[in-house]
């Protein structure tokens, strides 16, 4: 079995050293045991690699675009081959990589390491005598950089031109000078894939506005550590706005998605879902529905007038307004003008005379045009809700158009409202198969709680959930969802616990109980009652979590501690260090703990986030 060299290049976004760590640990999973380079020309003074320099000038390819930081890539040399296509499919810190060994057929070889190799695409061939290297681009590059595509298409022939300039540049640009920076005008596609940034919009990530995303390229790194396998069942049973499931579809893995906000729930699963539409069928059912739209508000407008229509109609100003009288002040506040609810309740209520495998879709996008409306554009609704469509339309067709030369085979995903606190109450089916969630089925665990004091989700969605009438009570799932910093009804029993230290708060771990008691002491009732039952609620989930998850496999918790201030100092609240404690309450152990810098921190004055990993070991 021949010997092979490998050199794993880094993205050039890459500058922390929290993200060369996320990607030696996927490195370590997907392929082995790397060794950090920190500069690409180390790589030239070894053999083989110092066999393409002359004729292959193979170090211009190494040399284009590098990362900021102190390492470049990860260096290796192992007998024999590992899986070539799973690192292409899956890899999400590594741009590129390169393998050279010895053959006397490097064509025969490429077809028995990647079978779906696309020549000159995602991958080049280098041979020198009986040496070759080969150079593989990931599908993490193509789909990051599918961003700039969506930023500058306008339509179908425009998607075509500039998928096809996407996928030529890595092979075929890499001598080509960008334009600089700070020039605003005549900037072509190409420059912009030149640019040191993390897309983390691309594709149907970006199909509705949500605060305090993942990272999808961290999401995929740490997922690909946890189960490195290329088939199973993995869980985000808080998944937000869905990105640890859209990125596990991408993966070709099944995944389940839990979450108690109707609104995240329904984005979660169209972004999942939509990745599979059939481009042509999606543009006219969305026309389709446009063409009704227009008619079904002109008609509402006629009514409002006080004239009468010769034709039957389906819109009702009475129920319209009716919807309105029983929407919050917030709501109504949030909107210059008046008929933009309207429009939105029309708009709303035309989804159900859809297909129904579209219906969904069509509704986020009411969804997402809501919130432009409420906060980011003057224009009236329908014609806000028109660009949006086309917009989302586009990225399924940008999707589509990219696969075709990808292959990736999409896992299933399906997202539940529910309660991470008792999973069993949900039942759970995917692609029309119950999944039982009774103990031992889930592979991998991936998630991120809202922190005690960070985001108020339900604020932030106001409007999408009562225009739409998505929630039946407000008030229930402000005091269902965890960590919700504005909650300001707790039951009364719960200041008594901490007071009388009953067994639910006195089989906290220590710090916990001592840091609630500092906050408590500094006359901050609220604030100490909400982090206990944060504790509280967290117990619960890691138990359900312990329960769910097969035997030995692993869970990524990604959380940040909180700042308060109390009698004048800031005090930190280690939310990391009491869920480690807690997890290996009920099972677990602590594989590792990475830390992350924010560069904005969030409500609560969350300056860091921990990566907290474990495993289920009894």
Same mark, same amino acid.
């Given at each position: 079995?021949?010997?092979?060299?490998?050199?794993?290049?880094?993205? +050039?976004?890459?500058?922390?050293? /929290?993200?060369?760590?996320?990607?030696?640990?996927?490195?370590?999973?997907?392929?082995?045991?790397?060794?950090?380079?920190?500069?690409?020309?180390?790589?030239?003074?070894?053999?083989?690699?110092?066999?393409?320099?002359?004729?292959?000038?193979?170090?211009?390819?190494?040399?284009?675009?590098?990362?900021?930081?102190?390492? /470049?890539?990860?260096?290796?040399?192992?007998?024999?081959?590992? +899986?070539?296509?799973?690192?292409?499919?899956?890899?999400?810190?590594?741009?590129?990589?390169?393998?050279?060994?010895?053959?006397?057929?490097?064509?025969?070889?490429?077809?028995?390491?990647?079978?779906?190799?696309?020549?000159?695409?995602?991958?080049?061939?280098?041979? /020198?005598?009986?040496?070759?290297?080969?150079?593989?681009?990931?599908?993490?590059?193509?789909?990051?950089?599918?961003?700039?595509?969506?930023?500058?298409?306008?339509?179908?022939?425009?998607?075509?031109?500039?998928?096809?300039?996407?996928?030529?540049?890595?092979?075929?640009?890499?001598?080509?000078?960008?334009?600089?920076?700070?020039?605003?005008?005549?900037?072509?596609?190409?420059?912009?894939?030149?640019?040191?940034?993390?897309?983390? &919009? !691309?594709?149907?990530?970006?199909?509705?506005?949500?605060?305090?995303?993942?990272?999808?390229?961290? #999401?995929?790194?740490?997922?690909?550590?946890?189960?490195?396998?290329? *088939?199973?069942?993995?869980?985000?049973?808080?998944?937000?706005?869905?990105?640890?499931?859209?990125?596990?579809?991408?993966?070709?893995?099944?995944?389940?998605?839990?979450?108690? @906000?109707?609104?995240?729930?329904?984005?979660?699963?169209?972004?999942?879902?939509?990745?599979?539409?059939?481009?042509?069928?999606?543009?006219?059912?969305i026309e389709r529905y446009l063409d009704a739209l227009g008619t079904l508000i002109t008609e509402y407008k006629t009514l409002l007038n006080g004239d009468t229509l010769l034709v039957h109609t389906s819109?009702?100003?009475?129920?319209?307004?009716?919807?309105?009288?029983?929407?919050?002040?917030?709501? /109504?506040?949030?909107?210059?003008?008046?008929?933009?609810?309207?429009?939105? #309740?029309?708009?709303?209520?035309?989804?159900?005379?859809?297909?129904?495998?579209?219906?969904?879709?069509?509704?986020?996008?009411?969804?997402?045009?809501?919130?432009?409306?409420?906060?980011?554009?003057?224009?009236?609704?329908?014609?806000?809700?028109?660009?949006?469509?086309?917009?989302?339309?586009?990225?399924?067709?940008?999707?589509?158009?990219?696969?075709?030369?990808?292959?990736? @085979?999409?896992? !299933?995903?399906?997202?539940?409202?529910?309660? =991470?606190?008792?999973?069993?109450?949900?039942?759970?089916?995917?692609?029309? *198969?119950?999944?039982?969630?009774?103990?031992?089925?889930?592979?991998?665990?991936?998630?991120?709680?809202?922190?005690?004091?960070?985001?108020?989700?339900?604020?932030?969605?106001?409007?999408?959930?009562?225009?739409?009438?998505?929630?039946?009570?407000?008030?229930?799932?402000?005091?269902?969802?965890?960590?919700?910093?504005?909650?300001?009804? $707790?039951?009364?029993?719960?200041?008594?616990?901490?007071?009388? +230290?009953?067994?639910?708060?006195?089989?906290?771990?220590?710090?916990?109980?001592?840091?609630?008691?500092?906050?408590?002491?500094?006359?901050?009732?609220?604030?100490?009652?909400?982090? $206990?039952?944060?504790?509280?609620?967290?117990?619960?989930?890691?138990?359900?979590?312990?329960?769910? &998850?097969?035997?030995?496999?692993?869970?990524?918790?990604?959380?940040?501690?909180?700042? $308060?201030?109390? @009698?004048?100092?800031?005090?930190?609240?280690? @939310?990391?260090?009491?869920?480690?404690?807690?997890?290996?309450?009920?099972?677990?152990? &602590?594989?590792?703990?990475? =830390?992350?810098?924010?560069?904005?921190?969030?409500?609560?004055?969350?300056?860091?986030?921990?990566?907290?990993?474990?495993?289920?070991?009894?």
């Open positions: 079995m021949a010997r092979t060299y490998w050199y794993f290049k880094l993205f +050039n976004s890459i500058k922390e050293v /929290h993200e060369v760590e996320f990607a030696e640990l996927e490195l370590s999973s997907l392929f082995g045991p790397v060794q950090r380079v920190r500069n690409f020309s180390d790589i030239l003074k070894t053999e083989p690699f110092n066999s393409f320099t002359l004729e292959h000038r193979i170090q211009d390819y190494l040399s284009h675009e590098l990362p900021y930081g102190e390492y /470049h890539g990860f260096t290796a040399s192992i007998e024999g081959w590992p +899986n070539v296509a799973r690192l292409v499919r899956r890899l999400a810190y590594i741009a590129e990589f390169y393998v050279a060994t010895e053959t006397r057929n490097a064509e025969k070889l490429l077809k028995e390491i990647f079978s779906d190799a696309l020549n000159q695409v995602n991958v080049q061939t280098f041979v /020198h005598d009986n040496l070759v290297a080969f150079r593989f681009i990931t599908n993490q590059y193509f789909l990051e950089k599918s961003q700039y595509v969506s930023k500058l298409s306008r339509n179908e022939d425009e998607v075509d031109q500039n998928i096809e300039a996407l996928m030529s540049f890595p092979v075929g640009s890499i001598y080509r000078i960008p334009a600089s920076a700070t020039m605003q005008v005549g900037k072509r596609l190409e420059d912009y894939f030149a640019i040191r940034e993390e897309p983390s &919009l !691309h594709l149907t990530h970006y199909l509705h506005p949500y605060k305090g995303k993942f990272h999808p390229k961290m #999401v995929r790194a740490l997922l690909n550590y946890v189960y490195p396998d290329g *088939k199973g069942l993995v869980m985000d049973n808080f998944s937000g706005s869905g990105t640890l499931l859209v990125e596990a579809v991408l993966m070709g893995l099944d995944s389940l998605g839990l979450e108690i @906000n109707p609104l995240s729930a329904l984005m979660s699963q169209v972004k999942c879902e939509s990745l599979d539409f059939e481009p042509k069928e999606l543009r006219q059912v819109v009702n100003p009475t129920e319209i307004k009716e919807i309105k009288q029983q929407l919050p002040k917030k709501v /109504h506040a949030s909107f210059n003008d008046g008929m933009s609810i309207d429009a939105a #309740v029309v708009a709303r209520n035309l989804v159900q005379t859809s297909p129904e495998k579209y219906r969904n879709f069509l509704l986020l996008a009411v969804s997402g045009t809501i919130s432009d409306v409420a906060r980011r554009t003057k224009k009236d609704f329908v014609t806000a809700l028109e660009e949006r469509l086309n917009d989302l339309y586009l990225r399924i067709y940008i999707f589509h158009k990219l696969n075709q030369k990808l292959k990736i @085979n999409l896992g !299933h995903s399906r997202c539940y409202v529910g309660d =991470t606190r008792d999973m069993g109450r949900t039942c759970f089916t995917l692609e029309g *198969k119950p999944v039982s969630v009774e103990g031992e089925t889930i592979d991998a665990i991936v998630n991120s709680p809202p922190y005690s004091t960070a985001l108020d989700y339900i604020r932030n969605d106001l409007p999408q959930l009562t225009i739409l009438g998505l929630v039946p009570s407000l008030e229930r799932l402000e005091k269902d969802m965890m960590g919700n910093p504005n909650l300001t009804y $707790y039951p009364a029993e719960m200041s008594e616990e901490i007071k009388s +230290n009953a067994t639910e708060f006195s089989t906290l771990p220590e710090y916990s109980r001592n840091i609630i008691g500092q906050i408590l002491n500094a006359g901050r009732i609220k604030e100490a009652i909400r982090t $206990y039952k944060f504790f509280k609620d967290m117990r619960l989930t890691l138990g359900e979590m312990h329960r769910v &998850l097969k035997p030995n496999a692993k869970a990524v918790i990604i959380i940040g501690n909180n700042h $308060y201030k109390l @009698n004048g100092a800031t005090e930190e609240v280690k @939310n990391d260090l009491v869920i480690v404690e807690m997890a290996k309450e009920v099972g677990f152990s &602590l594989d590792r703990s990475i =830390t992350r810098n924010l560069e904005k921190s969030m409500s609560g004055e969350i300056r860091y986030e921990s990566i907290i990993i474990l495993q289920k070991t009894r």
